[in-house]
């Protein structure tokens, strides 16, 4: 297994435009989580799926974005109307289930530039 | 809630030198993982830590976990350019459902 990847690894949209972005993550781990990060700071949740299921979603995640994980493999980040703040890395993780000892395993991120 | 924080917050040091980060905690930690990001790349697991007064090495990295597992600390010695990123500490919170992050230590090592 190669790891969670992501694509596209860069995005660039003009204000107002939808972009959708991708992420597989390691092929047994039930658990998928999506972050925004932006310049100089640490990744924020946004949301999580267990399998299929989306458990929690951040208040940073407004009307504007969505998530889906259709067959708990998978799963796409849409983001609708993109403005200029929502610029920033979207890193994808994913680990095997959840319990104290959960290890998360990141993907190398998808940077959107919102012009 | 259980908060993480990071210090210090930026560290800019020479080649060669030794530096310490710390990670600590309000409360008891389940379990605790460092992690490595570099620029424009996704964060990369470097140890897990589990019980108290735990001792990692990797290479020359030592991570050692605090007795009461409040605290933990990232020893580097002879820090070199490929060392220079973000480290990040990240709990599992709660009964683990979801993750906690600490801010992150910015670490810059010159040649």
């Known amino acids: 297994d190669t790891g969670v990847s992501q694509n596209p690894r860069h995005k660039i949209t003009k204000r107002g435009q939808n972009v959708t972005f991708r992420c597989d993550p390691i092929s047994e781990h039930n658990r998928l989580y999506w972050y925004r990060q932006t310049l100089g700071q640490g990744p924020e949740f946004l949301t999580y799926?267990?399998?299929?299921?989306?458990?929690?979603k951040s208040r940073l995640l407004s009307d504007r974005f969505s998530a889906e994980r259709p067959k708990g493999s998978f799963s796409t980040l849409e983001i609708q109307r993109t403005e200029q703040g929502d610029s920033a890395m979207y890193l994808c993780?994913?680990?095997?289930?959840?319990?104290?000892?959960?290890?998360?395993?990141f993907g190398p991120g998808t940077r959107l530039t919102v012009t | 809630t259980q908060l993480l924080e990071q210090s210090p917050q930026f560290l800019s040091i020479q080649e060669g030198e030794n530096l310490t980060v710390y990670c600590n905690s309000s409360?008891?930690?389940?379990?605790l993982q460092w992690y490595r990001q570099e620029p424009g790349e996704g964060p990369v697991l470097l140890v897990t830590v589990v019980t108290g007064g735990e001792v990692k090495k990797l290479k020359r990295l030592t991570f050692q976990f605090g007795d009461a597992r409040k605290d933990s600390s990232l020893h580097i010695t002879a820090a070199q350019p490929g060392d220079t990123g973000l480290y990040l500490c990240?709990?599992?919170?709660?009964?683990?459902?979801?993750?906690?992050f600490g801010p992150g230590t910015r670490l810059s090592v010159l040649p």
């Open positions: 993780a994913s680990s095997l289930t959840a319990g104290i000892n959960a290890e998360q395993y």
């Open positions: 990240i709990s599992p919170s709660g009964y683990g459902q979801n993750f906690v």
């Open positions: 409360s008891v930690f389940s379990s």
């Open positions: 799926f267990q399998n299929e299921a989306q458990l929690e």
